[in-house]
Nanobody, 122 residues
């Protein structure tokens, strides 16, 4: 499975961005998907995850109520709608895919996209 993330960019604090991840080359709809992020000098952190059907989602406490993960299996895409952005959301965002249900642990994910930069100015 190849993952291509897009939609990053520059936003002001309080603004919104929408990230998308297009999957190809595999059975997209059979496993969980997740978004992680890594700020400069920090470890990669979990952001959000979604089950294969889209019926189950899980969020990091830091983004709960502000970010929404969704997926469209017909289009092989998973999206992350980010609202009420804060400067601390600045990071490179990665989408990931797993053959398992879904997880907040990066070790669960077998496939990773290349990352897209999100910068939030205060």
């Amino acid at each position: 499975v190849q993952l291509q993330a897009s939609g990053g960019g520059l936003a002001q604090a309080g603004g919104s961005l929408r990230l998308s991840c297009l999957a190809s080359g595999g059975t997209f709809s059979s496993g969980g998907m997740g978004w992680f992020r890594q700020a400069p000098g920090k470890e990669r952190d979990f952001v959000a995850a979604i089950s294969w059907s889209g019926g189950l989602t899980h969020y990091a406490d830091s983004v709960k109520g502000r970010f929404t993960i969704s997926r469209d299996n017909a289009k092989n895409t998973v999206s992350l709608q980010m609202n009420s952005l804060k400067s601390e959301d600045t990071a490179v965002y990665y989408c990931a895919a797993t053959k398992s249900l879904y997880s907040s642990s990066a070790e669960t994910y077998e496939y990773w996209g290349q990352g897209t930069q999100v910068t939030v100015s205060s």
